[in-house]
């Protein structure tokens, strides 16, 4: 976590972190929602010994396709599709240069590509199991849920992982309403 100072770090994120990126829908009342703690930098095997740089937010209805991801901030989409970790996975690069990372995707929302202008809480997927294969498609290694990253770029344009649980509990309250009509 070199090259940036956190309070810079802290604002950079600030400024453009909008939406929760799990809504607040309808289901959520009926004991559907999800919970989250602070796992980052937690140690993981798969795939050699390594650090987890995210946070995971986890369904209390353990069903792929289930819940909605909306993005959390406004950006364009970078990278989209399989990764032997992340499973299927989006990035979004914000305006301030912030890299939020979604994983272990069931689906993307549909006509969703690399260099599309996304806006904060518009839809990009829906939660999944992918992941921890070479395979394309593997599901069922662990539970449903989201892995979110924060990236961000030092001076040096070198890429630094940074927590993202502060900023979720911070974003917590703003959950979007969000329905399928």
Known sequence: MTGRKTEDVSETVRADMVYFPVPESSYDTNGY???????????????GERHHEGCDIMAAIDKRGHYPIVSISDGYV????????????????????????????????????????????????????????????????FPVHLHLGIYLNDENGEEHSYNPYPFLKELESNKLKFCFE
């Open 33 to 47: 929602g999800v919970s989250f703690s602070d796992s980052w930098m937690e140690g993981r095997s798969f795939g």
């Open 78 to 141: 970078e990278k989209i599709g399989w990764l032997k970790l992340g499973g299927y996975r989006i990035g979004i690069r914000s305006p301030n240069g912030v890299y939020f990372y979604y994983a272990h995707l069931n689906d993307y929302a549909p006509g969703i590509g690399i260099g599309d202008e996304i806006k904060a809480g518009e839809l990009i997927g829906f939660m999944g199991d992918t992941g921890y294969s070479e395979t394309e498609g593997t599901t069922g290694y």
